[in-house]
T-cell receptor, first 114, second 115 residues
Framework: AQSVTQLGSHVSVSEGALVLLRCNYS??????LFWYVQYPNQGLQLLLK??????LVKGINGFEAEFKKSETSFHLTKPSAHMSDAAEYFC????????????FGKGTMLLVSP | EPEVTQTPSHQVTQMGQEVILRCVPI?????FYWYRQILGQKVEFLVS????????KSEIFDDQFSVERPDGSNFTLKIRSTKLEDSAMYFC?????????????FGPGTRLTVL
């Protein structure tokens, strides 16, 4: 069984500040890990993913995440927030085999103030 | 750029009525999924579909739900007799073939409101 915990339903930052969105997962098999972003009235868009190999993965819009197996974490960061980053962010996990069903966290709403 | 489309964007129905939510996945994709998100809650997996049959389903996906790929392009989710608790945003997703871990491409969702 797999599960995802996202700490903080809302995170507020100022424009230009560091963004850190936390994600911890639980998986009985080696996981694939994903971050999706959802803008208002839109579907889910993939930001980045970890499957195998390098544990620091870079995604779109300047975001990156690091897979830390020992901490079962996959936190999302961005050095400098932009107003356009305001959205809801979902961490998700799937098994490395099978039909890749995604198990999502509850989401974190990122608020960016001027 | 190819994208997953869903219709309608918003569906309002009376409790006990049947609804069909429609999705057009990306044309060369092989795996298809439905997820739902009740307001304020996490996105939950409902069902996956591959090779014209259900490959996995969650405990949410009971006998009231069914899926179909009637014509090789559309992928539909039917709820036979809607309940108030079926009110949610329903997302369709698809992905190409290959090993697990491939990106799933999501549609914009259909907001279902059951009165």
């Amino acid at each position: 069984a797999q599960s995802v915990t996202q700490l903080g339903s809302h995170v507020s930052v100022s424009e230009g500040a560091l963004v850190l969105l936390r994600c911890n997962y639980s998986s009985s098999v080696p996981p694939y890990l994903f971050w999706y972003v959802q803008y208002p009235n839109q579907g889910l868009q993939l930001l980045l993913k970890y499957t195998t190999g390098a544990t620091l993965v870079k995604g779109i819009n300047g975001f990156e995440a690091e897979f830390k197996k020992s901490e079962t974490s996959f936190h999302l960061t961005k050095p400098s927030a932009h107003m356009s980053d305001a959205a809801e962010y979902f961490c998700a996990v799937s098994a490395y085999s099978g039909y890749s069903t995604l198990t999502f966290g509850k989401g974190t709403m990122l608020l960016v103030s001027p | 750029e190819p994208e997953v489309t869903q219709t309608p964007s918003h569906q309002v129905t009376q409790m006990g009525q049947e609804v069909i939510l429609r999705c057009v996945p990306i044309s060369n994709h092989l795996y298809f999924y439905w997820y739902r998100q009740i307001l304020g809650q996490k996105v939950e997996f409902l069902v996956s579909f591959y090779n014209n049959e259900i490959s996995e389903k969650s405990e949410i996906f009971d006998d009231q739900f069914s899926v179909e790929r009637p014509d090789g392009s559309n992928f539909t989710l039917k709820i036979r007799s809607t309940k108030l608790e079926d009110s949610a945003m329903y997302f369709c997703a698809s992905r190409p073939g290959g090993s697990g871990g491939g990106e799933q491409f999501f549609g914009p969702g259909t907001r279902l409101t059951v009165l």
